[in-house]
């Protein structure tokens, strides 16, 4: 038998079962926007007043959820001009978007200038090619500069700084290229540094962002020129796995509270924002899929459903993850009989990596009982190869409370 990551509090069996009742076609994601709600909340609680928050939507762009979202945030970050639009459409205001993201066509560029957004850029190529697509437009460019620090957040789950990096310029390179950006008569507006992603440990992200707004200080000095905006990042995890412990945001803002405080004078103007993907949606989702076989092979039982990789591939340890372990996952209702098992849960894809959850100890279930993968909130249906196998695509469901906010938009 192997361990399980734990159920997050907020989806309780009832809410499960009331919900697998209604979602109707399996498979489908559920997205609770009570639960996105308090996580705004509590991140305002939190940290530091006057510290923004914007939603980067790779996490998670639903559109009905990017709806939503909107009103409780301070700006969307958007990594294409695929999601540049679709943050348009959620009807945030176009100086509040900013766009990151290795390899920006010039087409992106040119539309992001013409709208009004922030373009991070990534490199001294693509400062170039912005600033030659607002000489063509006639329009001053909206640009912040993208760091590569030279630190990264200690244990974090992906390292988006410290070293060699496709993102960002080279800190050491970055205050010749602001010079440079204002000489060009660009609307330099400050800069981006991002150093890691799905981080707990609240230690590491506090002095991560000591180093964020020291560096920021730094660069500022050494180019001549005030940021009007730091984004400090982000990488704010959550707990998948058996033995992680949820980050203790609380401890990080009161932490980042002092460090902004205590700022350099360089900075005394300047305005700060973290930009949050998983933690916000990330355990807001589940993902609902129904058993279609049960069956046994050499003494094990196999669950097979109609979902799997193609919709859910992080929860097959497929997505960034070196050594496989199991999300949380639930039967939802299952059968009369209380006994328990030891069963594995695998997709209907014909590969082995389809596996949802490996050997784990969970009530006795069978044909057309409904499984709930958690924690599906953040990198699910668009950050899975849907088309693989030509599988249907999977039903994504906006609920509220438990309820499913169809109903309540119904007279
Ligand atoms: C530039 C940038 N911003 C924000 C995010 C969102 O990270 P997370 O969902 O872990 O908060 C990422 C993730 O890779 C990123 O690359």
């Known amino acids: 038998m192997k361990p399980m990551g734990a159920i997050p509090a907020d989806w309780t069996a009832a809410k499960l079962a009331v919900l697998a009742a209604t979602i109707g076609e399996t498979p489908a994601f559920v997205y609770d926007l009570a639960i996105v709600r308090a996580r705004v909340a509590r991140f305002r609680v939190a940290m530091p007043e006057q510290l923004q928050l914007h939603y980067a939507i790779k996490a998670n762009p639903y559109a009905p959820l990017l709806l939503e979202i909107a009103k409780i945030v301070d700006g969307f970050d958007v990594a294409s001009g695929g999601e540049m639009e679709m943050a348009l459409a959620a009807g945030v205001t176009p100086s509040h978007i900013s766009i990151a993201g290795p390899g920006k066509r010039d087409a992106e560029l040119a539309a992001a200038i013409e709208a009004g957004i922030t373009i991070n850029l990534e490199s001294e190529g693509e400062a170039d090619r912005a600033l030659a697509q607002a000489g063509r437009l006639g329009t001053r460019p909206r640009v912040a500069v993208r760091v590569n620090p030279d630190f990264e957040i200690k244990g974090s789950g992906m390292r988006m700084g410290g ?81 992680e412990v949820p980050l203790d945001i609380e401890a990080v803002g009161s932490a980042l509270a002092e460090t902004i405080e205590s700022r350099h004078e360089i900075l005394a103007d300047s305005r700060f924002a973290i930009e949050l993907g998983r933690w916000l949606v990330g355990e807001a989702g589940v993902y609902f899929t129904r058993i279609i076989d049960r069956k046994e092979s050499h003494g094990e039982i196999f669950l097979v459903v109609d979902g799997g990789l193609h919709h859910q591939l992080a929860a097959s340890g497929n997505f960034g993850t070196v050594v496989r372990r199991n999300y949380p996952v639930a039967i939802v209702g299952g059968s009369a009989d209380s006994s328990e098992e030891i069963a594995s849960i695998v997709g209907c894809l014909c590969t082995p990596l389809d596996r949802l959850a490996d050997k784990i100890m969970m009530p006795r279930a069978d044909v057309g009982d409904v499984v709930a993968i958690f924690m599906a909130g953040a990198y699910g249906a668009t950050a899975s190869p849907q088309a693989f196998l030509g599988h249907p695509a999977p039903n994504e469901i906006l609920a509220d409370g438990g309820i499913l906010m169809r109903y309540l938009t119904q007279p």
């Open 163 to 243: 070293g060699a990096k496709p993102f960002g310029v080279d800190a050491a390179r970055v205050p010749a290229l602001v010079r440079r950006l204002v000489e060009a008569g660009a609307d330099w507006r400050g800069f981006h540094i991002f150093a890691g992603s799905q981080a707990l440990d609240a230690g590491a992200i506090i002095t991560a962002e000591r180093e964020t707004v020291a560096l920021a200080a730094q660069l500022a000095e050494a180019a001549g020129h005030a940021p009007r905006l730091v984004n400090l990042g982000g990488g704010f995890g959550i707990p998948y796995f058996p033995g």
